[in-house]
């Protein structure tokens, strides 16, 4: 979350859903906001995001 703030780079590599599903997939064991039952249902939809490439052609 610093380094998105701070750099002038982005600090997602992968730009797009996938890039964004796998950054938030990284940060998901250290959050507190969610029920582990939710935390397991995100992470499910997440890596299905970082899958799924369909949605990067035009």
């Not at 998105?4 to 796998?22: F, K, Y």
């Not at 990284?26 to 029920?35: C, K, R, S």
Request: hydrophobic content about 40%.
């Amino acid at each position: 979350m610093v380094s998105a703030v701070t750099l002038d780079r982005p600090s997602v590599r992968d730009t797009g859903p996938a890039g964004a599903a796998r950054a938030l997939r990284a940060a998901l064991p250290q959050q507190t906001a969610l029920t582990s039952a939710e935390q397991r249902l995100l992470g499910e939809w997440l890596d299905r995001l970082t899958a799924e490439r369909s949605w990067d052609t035009p």
